[in-house]
């Protein structure tokens, strides 16, 4: 079995920049570190280390061989510190972004039952539809659908995946055809969408096998928010393109009526997303509260 307490002896070196440092950390004496880091160079074969009375640097091998367990080891040391604290009582500020719907809908719902359990972490929670810079913006968390968080960052599933549905109020196909392919919303009254990262109107994307197609729509209306939009759909003034969970329950009573449901889009679910492992116990134990349970109900 490989052995990597000369490997983390190794690290330790290498980021103090002193065996005498290094050793003092650890609780060793420098002479038994030393030995601890010859005996890595013997097992690996190659010299990882320059050493002269006053420094230490690392060789070519040696500064590969840290950059690629470096991190590693100092993610294992800050998890294995955040469950330290966590023996105590956690406390502190999470901030959380993402959008209205996300926090209504998914964030809130999840961490209201949770709070009482914690009375020291204080949650801020943002509801905003652009597109957050957590880091610059200093929150903890963003929450974006799975597709939209970058790839530097560490994301976790809050929600299942997304479909999205074109429905109107049986009062607005009273006197219409419904459309039989995407194409035919261009001769519909459409319910507009936009947000503040587009400068028009938002497109309906709609699937047909492997492919996947945009289709621009127009209408008397548009919104910038999806009550409003479904409100305006259940009053019969045009068709809407709305997250299934949004309208499942006017669905079902008949209040609305899909269509077009053999080229549905889903989308990859809410995800939270923050920017470093080393996080504190409060943003930890958010982190488990919101993480999505593959038996939850999802909304289809």
């Known amino acids: 079995m490989t052995r990597f307490d000369d490997l983390a002896a190794f690290a330790a070196v290498v980021r103090a920049g002193s065996f005498t440092r290094a050793a003092a950390q650890m609780g060793l004496s420098p002479s038994a570190l030393s030995q601890t880091v010859k005996a890595l160079e013997s097992r690996l074969d190659m010299k990882l280390l320059n050493r002269t009375t006053r420094s230490v640097s690392t060789t070519e091998a040696g500064e590969r061989l840290y950059q690629a367990v470096g991190p590693r080891f100092a993610d294992i040391e800050g998890e294995l510190q955040i469950l330290s604290e966590l023996r105590g009582k956690p406390a502190g500020q999470v901030r959380i972004t993402g959008t209205e719907n996300a926090i209504s809908t998914v964030v809130w719902p999840k961490l209201e039952p949770w709070l009482p359990r914690y009375p020291e972490i204080q949650l801020e929670l943002s ?6 810079d957590i880091v610059a913006e200093r929150f903890d968390i963003g929450v974006r659908l799975g597709n939209d968080v970058d790839k530097d ?21 009273a006197n219409r055809l419904p459309p039989a392919k995407p194409q035919d919303l261009q001769a519909h009254d459409c319910i507009g969408r936009r947000l503040p990262t587009h400068s028009g109107l938002l497109s309906w994307e709609f699937h047909e096998g492997d492919r996947s197609f945009n289709v621009s729509v127009s209408g008397r209306l548009a919104f910038n928010a999806n009550p409003l939009i479904v409100a305006a759909a259940l009053g019969g003034h ?16 008949g209040t609305l009526v899909s269509v077009l449901d053999d080229w549905s889009s889903t989308y990859s679910g809410y995800h939270l997303y923050y920017a470093t492992r080393r996080s504190s116990p409060a ?5 488990d509260a919101l993480r999505y349970d593959t038996s939850d109900t999802g909304s289809g």
Request: hydrophobic share 60%; aromatic share 8%; charged share 20%.
């Open 153 to 173: 960052m560490i994301a976790v599933r809050i929600a299942p995946d997304m479909r999205m549905v074109v429905v109107g109020a049986p009062a607005y196909f």
């Open 238 to 253: 045009g068709l809407a393109w709305v997250r299934h969970d949004q309208v499942e329950q006017h669905l079902a009573d």
């Open 127 to 132: 509801s905003d539809n652009r597109f957050v």
């Open 283 to 287: 943003l930890a134990l958010v982190v």
